[in-house]
């Protein structure tokens, strides 16, 4: 940030009154913080994100605004983003994320989230990018860079240690400190130096005792002192707890979900204290600069000209379609069932609630108003035309009770409605989310006998339906929903709940050739059925355009190219936070797995998970040859290997480098990859940059020998160097 305004700065905070300075530094409303006016400082407007600007509320209570006009491109998951390998199409998506929110008024977006998936349970894992904190930073800059180019601040979140749902207000982390460095605080490191995000929002959760948005270590040692940053800290909301800790800590603004806004800590508790003479005023000074900064970079003060942005354009429609066809994973095509001839279809059954269920309108604060969402089966009966008949059952229901109401005579169910009835019982949730510790484990749903017989009903009538002859194929659309993924709640286990493997088993004997598609935004236990099934796809929530992206890979359109960028265990004991260490903790979370997080843990123990990290299959085949070790011109490693496409069909390839260190701590961690375009038969040389991680250096192993394995996946190794 080469940015220098210190002199503008500095006088305007002389002009400001102490009252001043204490309204900028809290919310006056819930997502905009107080204005200066008789300087000409306008307040700072937030919106939540990731996959889209959320909708707008009334200032001082959690009631959608009226005539709004917020709908808004739906955009993939961080997850589906992270499934691309791809930076380019990370800058792509954080710049719609920008222009839209510029588009909006908005001054900040409350995006990306960048915590690292330690355990598949985890409820906002969706929201997250990946285990592995090298292609999270590498992702994830592109994003900010992206979003920034809008006039428009990336608030990077949540700084530090924010793995669980589970108590997320009260709960104490203790993890070793280069732990800490190498596995969760790297990917922040990379987004904001070489990101460049304006902003970062602290954590709900205790680290060393001290809150995340007060905590001395994480915001002065760490955040000003060693890495010189000076961007705007900005707390989550309602996570500051006391006044003293907050005034002398290195956090900007306070945010909150309540509506008492002069009592939040960093108000009037604070001017009180100013003028005791307990808090000496250049504490607040410092705060004011920080967000006076960045109203600079943002080009919001008086005489600078500022981009006006745009939202729901034909072109950030293209870019979410473009994110999500990349996204969608091929995990099994045994059989090559795909992809499917569209000329020769006369007849296709689909079977399954996430067929044709939106995701958009749930997930706690990453909700938004989608302009539109194309489902999976909406998605195929487009492309594939009015040759093909394309009959629907539902299958399974993941209704609560068998008399939720349904919009439709014919039976069916509304789900924007229904989510929207659902949510009407807690009117207040993100008020209610500070209650109770912030969060919770799922409990386990009760089924009374008139659910089950809906399900029963709803099973049979699909398996009846699946014996008829004439459908050329059948497709299962399952997975799970934003009942388990989602802000404040973690999942109790992975199994994939609405007796849908009953279902699959029992469809597998009537159509072995039969297509799974899984919906979901963290692993699922899918064992009982895996080894049984010839094909299937995995593709998280994948935005406005995701039931197209769905049909063009089934339909060959598109070859699919999406890689898993976190791994897919059998059960919970293919993951180092449950075999080495225990999830959830209420009080204390003690991170006792170390660096066996993710595939660290899988490679290291030699324990096989079901589907391992960087995997996913293409219609066309790769060879790889002729490795080589060289420097740039900087001194930096570069791995350059020919690869070539031996198949028939053009398509993309990740070319994956792993660095193994002698003695390390774990076998092997990604220290490289390039996403390359090869037409059939095409055979090309590709760099791929090693990058040297500051924050790898404090491993007593790393000035030792190193060896780097070029594989399809962190399983799939095809050369040594």
Known sequence: ????????????????????????????????????????????????????????????????????????????????????????????????????????????????????????????????????????????????????????????????????????????????????????????????????????????????????????????????????????????????????????SDLDLEMSVRDNFDDYVMAKPLKKMVQKGKIDESYIDKKVYHLLLLMYRLNMMEGFVRKCGSYNTPMHRQIALDVAREGVILLKNDNKTLPLKRDKLRKILVIGENGDRIHSNAGGSAEIKALYEITPLMGLRSHIGGNCKIDYAEGYTSRFRADEPSAFEDGGTNWQRLDAIRKAAEANWQEASLENGGGKTQSVIKVDKKLSKLRAKLREEALSMAKDPSYEQVIFIGGINHDFDSEGIDRINMDIPYEQNELIEELLKIRPDLVVVMVAGSPLNMTPWADKVGTLIWTYYNGIEGGNALADVILGNVNPSGKLAETIGHDLSDYGSHVLARFPEPETAHYTEGFKVGYRFNDTDNVEPLFPFGYGLSYTSFEYSDPKLSLDDKGNKVITVSIKNIGKVSGFETVQVYARREGAEVFQELAGFEKVYLRAGEERSVDIAIELDTETELSKSFNKSVKYAIGSSSRDIRLTI
């Open 1 to 248: 940030m080469k940015e220098d305004f210190k002199e503008e700065i500095e006088k305007v905070i002389s002009k400001m009154t102490l009252d001043d300075k204490i309204a900028m530094i809290h919310g006056v409303h819930l997502f905009q913080n107080g204005s200066v006016d008789h300087l000409n400082i306008p307040p700072l407007t937030m919106s939540d994100g990731p996959m889209g600007v959320r909708a707008d509320f009334e200032p001082d209570k959690w009631m959608p605004a009226q005539h709004a006009s917020d709908e808004v491109t739906y955009l993939p998951c961080n997850s589906a983003l992270a499934s691309t390998w791809n930076r380019s199409l990370a800058r792509d998506m954080g710049s719609v994320l920008g222009e839209e929110n510029r588009g909006r008024g908005k001054d900040i977006s409350l995006a990306p989230g960048i915590n690292i998936k330690r355990t598949p349970l985890c409820g906002r894992n969706f929201e997250y990018f990946s285990e592995d904190p090298y292609i999270t930073g590498e992702l994830a800059s592109e994003f900010v860079k992206g979003l920034q180019e809008w006039d428009v601040a990336a608030c990077v979140k949540h700084f530090a240690l924010n793995n669980q749902e589970t108590q997320r207000l009260e709960v104490d982390v203790d993890v070793d400190e280069e732990v800490l460095r190498r596995i969760y605080l790297r990917a922040f490191h990379k987004v904001l130096k070489d990101g460049g995000a304006y902003s970062v929002m602290g954590a709900y959760n205790k680290f060393r005792g001290d809150y995340c948005n007060e905590n001395p270590f994480l915001l002065t040692k760490v955040l000003r002192d060693e890495w010189k940053w000076d961007g705007a800290v900005i707390s989550d909301w309602g996570g500051v707890h006391n006044t003293d800790k907050a005034a002398v």
